[in-house]
Every structure is written in structure tokens, then in C-alpha cells.
T-cell receptor, first 113, second 109 residues
Framework: KAGVTQTPRYLIKTRGQQVTLSCSPI?????VSWYQQTPGQGLQFLFE???????NKGNFPGRFSGRQFSNSRSEMNVSTLELGDSALYLC????????????FGPGTRLTVT | GQSLEQPSEVTAVEGAIVQINCTYQ??????LSWYQQHDGGAPTFLSY????GLEETGRFSSFLSRSDSYGYLLLQELQMKDSASYFC??????????FGTGTRLLVSP
């Protein structure tokens, strides 16, 4: 059974640009969550989607947005990139959306210059 | 808000037992989870406590006391491959995990 996949794995962008990251959950999983990991702030929750609906959102500015498609794949978008957006972006999936166990992907390392 | 505190680093030798503590502040949560993350890797689920008490999964055990706002992860028969960062996390609903500060475990021969 394939795990959670994220593309691209590495990305370099310039301040002011926008970026789209993709996450494919484990087959059959309907919930996808996104997290940002930085050395200073640690792991922080961005948002969660279940059956194409955003059910939960963390404390991030509106520049961070996401969506989920009917096949449960999810994308997150960051507009007007800032240097502080440099981070590892992780997505995690779970089957029913109420499971306590989440399966994380390898992440996308975003560097903003 | 919600916050979780963990020791920043713990060291131990192979074969030993180590306990990683987690204290938290929250107005409500469903349970406490533990995740392991190797350098450059993804967090992987280790254990979950929905109720007070001890949960055992192989060499790993986790404990929760809601009255003390406290939990811990116990790793037995330590192996070199256990060198990693360990995170406690509050399950707060709709798959939102609020992670602790993380503990780096260094296992030496």
C-alpha cells in the first residue's frame, strides 16, 4: 500500500511569488491535514480537509489556502511569499477523519529567497 | 491557547530505558499522541492515550494523567535506531494536532 506522497519534494521561490504544493493521501483516506515545520515554531497545524470541505483551520494568515479534490488529493497555496514561509510543509492523511492516527508524507522543503 | 512542553534533549545508552515527559495546557482535548521523527524524515505515529493510564505497544509505552496535565513516553530496550525527535501532540478535533516542542533523543553505544 503506497504511503502519502507529496510533490514537489524541494522548491526554491523568490519573495512575492506564489507556490502550490500537492499531497496525495493513502488510497481510501478521505482526510488530509497540512502542517508547517520550522526550527523556531516547530510543527504547526495549517488546515484540514475532509470530503472536499475545510473543517478546521490553524492560525495562519489568509495567504495560506488549500483545497481538496473529489479523489481526496489536496493542494495548498501560499501567495505573496515571505522569507518566513521557508519551512518543511507536511501533509498527513487519515481514513475516516476521526482516526487518532495520522500518516505523514515526506514533506515539501520550501525555501524562499 | 494550548501549549505543550517537553525536554529539549535526552541522552541514553543502548539497552537502557528512557522516559520523555510532556506537560500541557489546554481547555479541552480528545487525547494525547506521540510521534517519532528521524532527521529528514516524516513524523510517524507511535502511540495514543484517549483515557488516563498506560498504553503499551511493544517496546514503547505511553501514559496520560488528565488531572495532572501530564503524559510521558517510555522507551525500553533502547536501540541506536531510536535516536530521533519525539513529539507529544494534543488531538483537539477534526484531525488537528497541537504539537509539543519536541525532544531529541540521542542513543549511544
Amino acid at each position: 500500500k503506497a504511503g502519502v506522497t507529496q510533490t514537489p519534494r524541494y522548491l526554491i521561490k523568490t519573495r512575492g511569488q506564489q507556490v502550490t504544493l500537492s499531497c496525495s493521501p493513502i488510497s481510501g483516506h478521505r482526510s488530509v491535514s497540512w502542517y508547517q515545520q520550522t526550527p523556531g515554531q516547530g510543527l504547526q497545524f495549517l488546515f484540514e480537509y475532509f470530503s472536499e470541505t475545510q473543517r478546521n483551520k490553524g492560525n495562519f494568515p489568509g495567504r495560506f489556502s488549500g483545497r481538496q479534490f473529489s479523489n481526496s488529493r489536496s493542494e495548498m497555496n501560499v501567495s505573496t511569499l515571505e522569507l518566513g514561509d521557508s519551512a518543511l510543509y507536511l501533509c498527513a492523511s487519515s481514513k475516516t477523519g476521526t482516526d487518532y492516527e495520522q500518516y505523514f508524507g515526506p514533506g515539501t522543503r520550501l525555501t524562499v529567497t | 491557547g494550548q501549549s505543550l512542553e517537553q525536554p529539549s534533549e535526552v541522552t541514553a545508552v543502548e539497552g537502557a530505558i528512557v522516559q520523555i515527559n510532556c506537560t500541557y495546557q489546554t481547555s479541552g482535548f480528545y487525547g494525547l499522541s506521540w510521534y517519532q521523527q528521524h532527521d529528514g524524515g516524516a513524523p510517524t505515529f507511535l502511540s495514543y492515550n484517549g483515557l488516563d493510564g498506560l498504553e503499551e505497544t511493544g517496546r514503547f509505552s505511553s501514559f496520560l494523567s488528565r488531572s495532572d496535565s501530564y503524559g510521558y513516553l517510555l522507551l525500553q530496550e533502547l536501540q541506536m535506531k531510536d535516536s530521533a525527535s519525539y513529539f507529544c501532540a494534543l488531538n483537539t478535533g477534526f484531525q488537528k494536532l497541537v504539537f509539543g516542542t519536541g525532544t531529541r533523543l540521542l542513543v549511544s553505544p
